[in-house]
């Protein structure tokens, strides 16, 4: 039959050959291939193929999961209780929603995982797959109508990836690198909530092009900031707001300041809490109309900045650590895996070319698992720094 650009695709995997069946006896696999399955696929215009077969150079594995996680179709064969055969319906249950048929020779022992799903028997007398083959064609053209999910755990596992990555990290850890060049100066990725980190000087705020700090109870840095750095009553209460108090002080009037900026304050409560001096507020986003927040250009500048500040102007302050958040990459919509090498390695740079710098510890906070793989990433493929212990 011809087959046009648009025909549907559907993905064979079984064993080839004759191999032993779970009664010992000799299963000739190529004669199922093609004359239990290739018929009742092609006359519903799906262009087939199995592992074998394909033409592709390059690694048969990609090639294969390729076709296993686009391919419209996939029929499985379960009967000899191939490892492979296995893992590669786990792949295709976990990647496809529908159209994976799973099919067994008669007489088969089904596995227990597989014991709530539909199978197709074949018999084992070649000569008699008539039944076999129609059942084949109706699961499919059920299947194409109705496009409802058959595999046991599509649905499940696009909500578990979607939040994985984005899950809060509770638990306190520090992974730490030292530069090449200056072996004492330090490099440092920590995550859980930064306010269970004690001693680290300054701490970065990752703020708009306005420094309007968020409001106290918004899931935010700059929130958490402003709440715990503000005088308290005994109920909690805020009576002095004294970190965004002094911030729009600083601006005399301002409604906004440069891109990359960085304004500093005290860290009013910090200061006893948490042993926090100052705050620098770095304008990491922008407000664009009809938008929201973005992250600005050249977010890297930021860091430049900061550092930098900290050496021309707070020298003598005792100021030595400071605590970078992946600015940009919250309400900004900036990728934070494009983002965390840019930051990583402008403060890997900033040390490098100011050997003399008073800062001898850089962190970055990771805030959940996403931000911990981009900042590892980046200290992994950053040439200029190596791991501690």
Known sequence: MSLSVNTKKCFVVMPFGEKAGPD????????????????????????????????????IHSDMFRHIAMDDLA???ITTGNPNVLYELGVRHALRPSLTIIIKRRGTKIPFNFAGERVIDYPSVRGSYADSREEIRRYIENGLKKSETDSPIFNFLQDARKDWKRERITSRDEYRYRTVSSPKKKISVITGDIRDWRGIDVWVNSENTNMQMARFFDRSLSAMIRYEGAVKDASDEVVEDTIAGELTALLGGRETVTAGAVYVTGSGALAATRGVKKIFHAASTQGVPGSGYQMIQNVERCVTASMRRIDEQFADAGLRSIVF?????????????????RLIQTAVAYLAFNPDSVVEKVYFSAWNRRDLEACLNALTDAVEVEPIG
Do not use: C, H, Q
């Open 24 to 59: 010992g006896s000799l299963i000739d696999f190529d004669n199922v291939y093609r004359d239990v399955i290739r018929e009742p696929v092609e006359s519903l215009g799906f262009k087939v193929v199995r592992a074998d077969e394909i033409e592709r150079p390059g690694s």
């Open 75 to 77: 029929i499985v064969d």
């Open 325 to 341: 958040p992946m600015m940009g990459t919250g309400e900004g919509g900036g990728d934070v895996y494009a983002t965390a090498p």
